[in-house]
């Protein structure tokens, strides 16, 4: 991916990145034990790659991109009433 373009001075900001595709899985359960109980299972970035984001103006001391999170796992419980 490339990063973002500077009109004035007709260059881009910083070096150009790798493509990526990120896969995530979740599921969830529904009136666990008692009724409304809610359990919600989710992990994002099941390949564990590297993603890098491209350079915008927000982050122009990264010039070779962002590091973006490896694989993180999301557990929670709710309760509807």
């Known amino acids: ?12 900001l910083g070096k150009e990145t790798p493509a990526y595709t990120v896969v995530d899985a979740g599921f969830e359960i529904r009136d666990l034990f008692v009724k409304g109980l809610q359990f919600k299972f989710n992990c994002t970035n099941l390949g564990n790659i590297n993603v890098f984001h491209p350079v915008t103006t927000l982050n122009q ?3 070779r991109g ?13 309760y509807e009433f």
Do not use: H, Q, V
């Open 1 to 12: 991916m490339l990063p973002e373009y500077n009109y004035e001075s007709k260059t881009r």
């Open 66 to 78: 962002l590091l973006d999170f490896y694989r993180r796992f999301f557990i929670g419980f709710k």
């Open 61 to 63: 001391f990264a010039d």
